[in-house]
């Protein structure tokens, strides 16, 4: 079994700024990629990054390139999600995400095995 616990979340202004964080306990094993995905209100969930945990292997949405950093500390067993230039569309619920088989669906939810409980971050404009 694994825990997934995020932090971070708030309210900023457009352009702010906000780091995540996920911190994973429980069973010991090798993970093989974290996630973050968003929902907001009304839409389905969407993937946001992800991070291979061992290599660093990292891969975003569109939408969020260029503006926002995934990585990883493996010795605290936590994944950060960095969010610069902040817009009021990344308003949502932000969910961690691990994978722990090594799928090749990093960008999908059912490429996931265990998730958060979510924390809120909210842009206003």
């Known amino acids: 079994q694994v825990q997934l616990e995020e932090s971070g979340g708030g309210l900023v202004q457009a352009g702010g700024s906000l780091r995540l964080s996920c911190a994973a306990s429980?069973?010991?094993?090798?993970?093989?990629?974290m996630g973050w995905f968003r929902q907001a209100p009304g839409k389905e969930r969407e993937f946001v990054a992800a991070?291979?945990?061992?290599?660093?292997?990292?891969r975003y949405a569109d939408s969020v390139k260029g503006r926002f950093t995934i990585s990883s500390d493996t010795a605290k067993n936590t994944v950060y999600l960095q969010m610069n230039s902040l817009k009021p569309e990344d308003t949502a619920v932000y969910y961690c995400?691990?994978?722990?088989?090594?799928?090749?669906?990093?960008?999908?939810?059912?490429?996931?095995?265990?998730w958060g409980q979510g924390t809120q971050v909210t842009v206003s404009s």
């Open positions: 995400a691990a994978d722990i088989i090594g799928r090749l669906r990093v960008t999908l939810r059912d490429g996931y095995d265990y």
């Open positions: 429980g069973r010991t094993f090798t993970r093989y990629n």
């Open positions: 991070i291979r945990w061992n290599g660093g292997i990292t």
